[in-house]
């Protein structure tokens, strides 16, 4: 599985972005999509993932601001991010997992910043 990451860059706090996540090879397989972030000298952090199911997880500090969704004719998941704060800078990673593994695409930098 591959994972192709797209859409960050620099914007004003209050500003939106939305992040695409494409996915291609087995895809089939793959049971939870998702983004993780990793701020600097921080630890990276689950910002949101969706099951196969629908069943959508969130972190705290971005529930009602985020919204995670996906395309499934396209294999891509995308981020929708509302609100956005000087704290949500950090470049996010895509991420899919199935019953075996994890897979990481490259990461994307959001800036958020006046």
């Known amino acids: 599985v591959q994972l192709q990451a797209s859409g960050g860059g620099l914007v004003q706090p209050g500003g939106s972005l939305r992040l695409s996540c494409a996915a291609s090879?087995?895809?089939?397989?793959?049971?939870?999509r998702g983004w993780y972030r990793q701020a600097p000298g921080e630890q990276r952090e689950l910002v949101a993932d969706?099951?196969?199911?629908?069943?959508?997880n969130y972190a705290d500090s971005v529930l009602g601001r985020f919204t995670i969704s996906r395309n499934n004719a396209e294999n891509t998941v995308y981020l929708q991010m509302n609100s956005l704060k000087p704290e949500d800078t950090a470049v996010y990673f895509c991420?899919?997992?199935?019953?075996?593994?994890?897979?990481w695409g490259q990461g994307t930098l959001v800036t958020v910043s006046s």
């Open positions: 969706m099951a196969s199911t629908g069943i959508r």
């Open positions: 090879g087995s895809t089939f397989r793959l049971n939870v």
């Open positions: 991420t899919a997992r199935d019953v075996v593994t994890r897979y």
